[in-house]
């Protein structure tokens, strides 16, 4: 089991989700989230004052997913949540050694 | 049988009563001609009396009905309108407290204007402030009283211009927001209630003021830009330079938390103005248009005015630059609402836009003061240049103050007109720094002016009220 935590664009939410969907993901878990990568922020004006903003809004999605599935709901997150411009997010992959569903009690890949 | 017996019933009847009335009328057109004339002119001349009651009680009716309706679109400026304005500029751990110092104006000045200040600016005095004749409102009756206001009640001419006093002291709160203390702010606004919006009040429209249109030096200001904004806006300006910078200004940042707020603030102010300058006529009439026209055309003007210099210089029209730009407006053409036609009101309204963007994001920096929510910039400045423009524009077509024909504004040739506009403007500057500070002096000096520097981190919701405008933990 591989989980995928990937940080897009809000704006991408609804078409991320879409396609993950698509291919055979059953469950994720998002959070609103707030953060910047190297191209820190921008810059607000108000009344003519200049204020920088280096924590802009973002989207954090959490699944965990079967290995083989992994590099299908990869393609799925980029190819939906991409842009080309700065900003983008990024995806971090992990290993899980064990997923448990609290309602039965049942272990590993037939939880997820 | 019957029926032929209701029929003849019937026709005597109709006999009876039409020859009866010819009868009377004959008999009654047989009286001496003498007798019937004057007593056809007595119902005459007394259907006349009754008409002109009517007529003038119809007028009354309509004044009172706008002068109320104005009264309370003037209070609806301070309480949702000021309130959201301020209190979605500052950050959030002040949002209460800055509403709350805008809702405590309308509980403290309503009183403190019925039991004295009210007199000190209406009742007769010197030139410079009223008498105690009308103190705790003796005397502010339901009869008209013909120096202020002919067709309405004494007691609606007062509540409508408690309204003001309300409203004024509220714009203050703009320039010392996030660091005074609640109960030196009441206090501060008591006193500057009394020795500063009352005088100049008195001065600019009492009965008999140094400043009124009648008097020595006529300044005209239709619906308070020397009393409401220059006052207002100066006296912030003192207090923000006394009070000094809010912790970490201006190197941390301190964006407005809710623009939405603000805006929604801004848009009931923009409404509530036409209370403001319309219902400055004092009267349902022709003058009550033309300046609720000027208003709407100063205010949009003032919006394209400021969001254009924005747009330009940043590169982007923000939504607090257009509200902005219109409260500007609506500052700028205020002195001038009664006095100026709808193509001057959008020139005033134009030139205010830019002016007090500029004010505000350049002029502020340079000089480095903190007025927090920029109650100078937008209407202590926004104010002396609508003084100076009405002494420009003002059009005796619109508003023939100095009688008939008389030239009004400097663009009829009345040159003076302007000099007693910008007298009008230092009369209020100096009276406004002068006071402001001894006040300052004294109230800082008794019980102190600003909050800790714990507090001031905490924030004014919760140092200074216990509460809190967002828990974002349930």
């Known amino acids: 089991m591989q989980k995928i935590e990937a940080v897009i664009q809000p704006s991408k939410l609804d078409a991320v989700k879409d396609a993950l969907v698509e291919i055979g993901v059953e469950g994720m878990t998002i959070t609103e989230a707030r953060g910047h990568g190297r191209q820190k922020g921008h810059t607000e004006f108000y009344r003519g004052r200049e204020y920088s903003v280096d924590l802009l809004p973002k989207v954090k999605l959490e699944l965990v997913v079967k290995d083989e599935m992994l590099d299908r709901a990869i393609t799925a997150i980029t190819t939906a949540a991409r842009t080309g411009t700065i900003g983008d997010g990024k995806i971090f992959v992990s290993r899980i050694d064990e997923a448990i569903r609290i309602r039965n009690d049942e272990r590993g890949e037939v939880a997820l | ?474």
């Open chain 2, 1 to 474: 049988m019957r029926l032929r017996a209701a029929k003849v019933f019937l026709s005597f009847l109709f006999l009876l009563i039409f020859g009866g009335s010819v009868l009377c009328g004959s008999v009654a057109m047989a009286q001496t001609p003498a007798t019937a004339q004057t007593d056809r002119i007595a119902a005459l001349e007394k259907r006349a009396d009754e008409n002109a009651a009517a007529i003038a009680a119809a007028q009354t009716a309509g004044d009172n009905g706008w002068m109320l309706v104005s009264a309370a679109l003037v209070l609806m400026m301070s309480g949702p309108g000021l309130a959201l304005f301020y209190g979605g500029l500052v950050r959030k751990k002040n949002i209460l407290g800055t509403m709350m110092q805008t809702f405590a104006m309308m509980a403290v000045i309503t009183v403190l204007w019925g039991l004295l200040t009210y007199s000190l600016a209406f009742s007769s005095g010197n030139a410079f402030i009223g008498g105690l004749h009308n103190v705790f409102l003796h005397g502010v009756g339901l009869a008209p009283d013909k120096a202020y206001a002919g067709t309405i009640p004494l007691q609606t001419f007062m509540i409508y211009q408690m309204m003001f006093a309300i409203i004024t002291p509220a714009l203050i709160t703009g320039a010392f927001a996030e660091r005074m203390k609640f109960s030196a702010m009441l206090v501060f606004m008591v006193l500057w209630s009394i020795f500063i919006y009352s005088p100049m009040a008195h001065m600019v429209w009492g009965q008999g003021g140094f400043l009124n249109a009648t008097g020595r030096f006529p300044c005209l200001d239709f619906a308070g830009g020397t009393v409401v904004h220059v006052t207002s806006g100066v006296s912030a300006l003192v207090t923000a330079i006394y009070l000094g910078k809010r912790i970490g200004y201006p190197k941390v940042p301190m964006p407005p938390h809710s623009v939405v707020l603000s805006f929604i603030g801004a848009c009931m102010l923009w409404v509530g103005w036409f209370g403001f300058n319309a219902g400055s006529a004092l009267s349902a009439g022709t003058l009550a248009t033309s300046a609720f026209v000027a208003t709407q055309f100063g205010a949009a003007a003032a919006v394209i005015g400021w969001t254009a210099v924005e747009w330009i210089r940043q590169g982007k029209p923000s939504a607090l630059g257009a509200i902005s730009g219109a409260v500007a407006g609506l500052v700028a053409i205020t002195p001038a609402a009664g006095f100026v036609s709808p193509m001057s009101a959008l020139w005033i309204g134009l030139i205010a836009g830019a002016f007090c963007f500029t004010m505000v994001a350049k002029v502020k920096s340079w000089f480095g003061y903190d007025d927090s929510l920029d109650a100078f910039g937008v209407h202590g400045a926004g104010g002396t240049l609508g003084a100076l423009l009405t002494g420009i524009f003002a059009n005796s077509a619109i508003n023939p103050i100095f009688g008939p024909g008389k030239a009004t504004g400097l663009f009829e040739g009345n040159w003076r007109q302007l000099f007693h506009q910008a007298f009008g403007v230092g009369l209020a500057w100096t009276i406004s720094i002068v006071g402001t500070l001894i006040i300052l002096f004294v109230v800082d000096k008794t019980m102190g002016l600003r909050v800790s520097e714990e507090d001031e981190r905490v924030g004014l919701d919760l140092s200074q009220h216990g509460e809190e405008g967002y828990d974002w933990a349930h």
